[in-house]
T-cell receptor, first 111, second 115 residues
Framework: SQELEQSPQSLIVQEGKNLTINCTSS?????LYWYKQKYGEGLIFLMM?????EEKSHEKITAKLDEKKQQSSLHITASQPSHAGIYLC???????????FGQGTRLTINP | GAVVSQHPSWVICKSGTSVKIECRSL??????MFWYRQFPKQSLMLMAT?????????EQGVEKDKFLINHASLTLSTLTVTSAHPEDSSFYIC???????????FGQGTRLTVV
């Protein structure tokens, strides 16, 4: 099984609705990164979590890291078309910024 | 903020030729850079770790003779895809490690198409 599991793989929500993407690691994380990507383009850095229980927000996106540092969730409130894209979580296990990525979640926002 | 520049952003080459992709850290020194590859509808997979002044460390299953990595300076790593074939067509992206920072800084990526 994968070291890092991201779910769901695909998500279609109506504009204005809230949504959550999860990222679960089989090992304790040193750090967890969230990125947004339009396929074939560069990564847009969203947030990086490092401390157990940490929560960060940017505009309508909130990311949390659990106390055990093995699970993170990304929550989008009142989704908008601009939120559409592929969301990737990346795990740093060594503190060396060498990342293992989840499978990605393709988010579609329907008007 | 730290900037990593990757060049070219896209390239089309003929089968059998070699292609070089550059990854530069513009405003910081990076002793370590990473190269990732992304297949259609798949996630990013680490190919190799590029260490300045020494040989790159390749992940299992990555052919080191096919994907040549050179990290000759603290601001530049290059990935050369040798004797490219259509199956090498992919999206390649680098990241640079910045000392004292916990954030990984990514380049814009390079879309390689081998025809």
């Amino acid at each position: 099984s994968q070291e890092l599991e991201q779910s769901p793989q695909s998500l279609i929500v109506q504009e204005g609705k809230n949504l959550t993407i999860n990222c679960t690691s089989s090992k304790t994380l040193y750090g967890l990164y969230w990125y947004k990507q339009k396929y074939g383009e560069g990564l847009i850095f969203l947030m990086m979590l490092q401390k157990g229980g940490e929560e960060k927000s940017h505009e309508k996106i909130t990311a949390k890291l659990d106390e055990k540092k093995q699970q993170s969730s990304l929550h989008i409130t009142a989704s908008q078309p601009s939120h559409a894209g592929i969301y990737l979580c990346g795990a740093d296990y060594q503190g060396a910024q060498k990342l293992v990525f989840g499978q990605g979640t393709r988010l579609t926002i329907n008007p | 903020g730290a900037v990593v520049s990757q060049h070219p952003s896209w390239v089309i080459c003929k089968s059998g030729t070699s292609v070089k992709i550059e990854c530069r850290s513009l405003d910081f020194q990076a002793t370590t850079m990473f190269w990732y590859r992304q297949f259609p509808k798949q996630s990013l997979m680490l190919m190799a770790t590029s260490n300045e002044g020494s040989k790159a460390t390749y992940e299992q299953g990555v052919e080191k003779d096919k994907f040549l990595i050179n990290h000759a300076s603290l601001t530049l790593s290059t990935l050369t895809v040798t004797s490219a074939h259509p199956e090498d067509s992919s999206f390649y992206i680098c990241s640079a490690e910045r000392g004292g920072s916990t954030e990984a800084f990514f380049g814009q990526g390079t879309r390689l198409t081998v025809v």
